[in-house]
């Protein structure tokens, strides 16, 4: 990362915003009751093991177009979409394959965090070993960096990160990261099934019939060892015939629809150029 401390995005002024690195700050995600827009805005500010959430609805739209053109007479599919961020995208998944799915896995390695609050600052942590991830104080934004490179950026972040109190569940809140219209719509759809998954793990259900990851399985997050591992177990999750779309939008929307045959990811359509790992893709051999 290489501005791991922020300003808050109202703490500057507009004129001097393109010199200087801020974001939204994401301190009303926890009292705060937000509307989906504005949730969105804020949670792409949350940042845990240097995968940022950055989202907001509508920016896979002809990428989820183009899996439908696919699905001509099919229905009932069962449907796994990683790393979805706050979800705010698996809507937009869900109401263009409205028709045609039986059950759509809501899945990302963190759908919540914890969160203190002490002295002004504002501390949040991973739910799984309660390790402080970053920090919010008025103005700034601390975020933990595993760069042990010379950078004093980085070295001040990690601090402040390192010297977060120490927390439990009882002297901590639980803050979810899924924005609050999935939520409402999980809670009277149940087709919609939020599971916390890590995808260099085995997926633990049943094999599903189409994978979408949308800007999680980025060169910039992962090296090609660790993303050939992220195949491998997306390619397990997946029975055979099955579809898989990655979506790149970092700059434009962009996105490779591949089939599975046998043990290996075969590319069955593209939008734009196609996504950044395909040709990775297509190397790795499933089991």
Not at 208 to 233: K, T
Request: aromatic residues 10%.
């Amino acid at each position: 990362m290489r501005f791991p401390i922020k300003l808050k995005s109202d703490k500057v002024p507009t004129w001097l915003q393109s010199f200087v690195p801020h974001l939204s700050d994401p301190t009303p995600l926890v009292n705060m009751r937000l509307d989906p827009e504005e949730f969105s805005r804020r949670v792409s500010s949350v940042c845990v093991n240097r995968v940022w959430r950055s989202t907001r609805a509508n920016r896979h739209l002809a990428s989820a177009e183009l899996l439908r053109s696919y699905l001509s007479g099919r229905s009932q599919l069962r449907v796994l979409d990683v790393g979805v961020s706050d979800g705010v995208t698996t809507l937009d998944l869900a109401e263009v394959l409205s028709d045609k799915f039986s059950i759509l896995y809501v899945t990302d390695m963190y759908l919540a965090l914890r969160v203190a609050q002490r002295n002004g600052m504002t501390y949040f942590y991973d739910e799984n070993e309660f390790r402080c991830v970053f920090v919010a104080s008025d103005w700034l934004i601390y975020y933990s960096t595993d760069n042990r490179r010379w950078n004093p950026l980085a070295w001040i972040a990690r601090t402040v990160c390192e010297r977060a109190p120490q927390i439990e569940s009882g002297n901590s809140q639980s803050l979810s990261l899924l924005n609050p219209k999935l939520r409402q719509l999980a809670a009277t759809d149940v087709r919609l099934q939020l599971a916390v998954w890590d995808v260099f793990t085995p997926w633990p259900r049943e094999p599903v019939d189409i994978v979408r990851a949308a800007n999680i399985l980025n060169p910039a997050y992962f090296e090609a060892e660790a993303l050939g591992v992220a195949l491998s177990q997306i390619g397990a999750a997946l029975r055979s015939g099955g579809l898989f779309l990655v979506v790149d939008n970092r700059n434009e929307e962009a996105s490779t629809l591949f089939e599975k045959h046998g043990n290996r990811f075969v590319p069955a359509a593209r939008l734009g150029a196609g996504c950044e790992i395909e040709a990775l893709a297509q190397r790795v051999v499933l089991s």
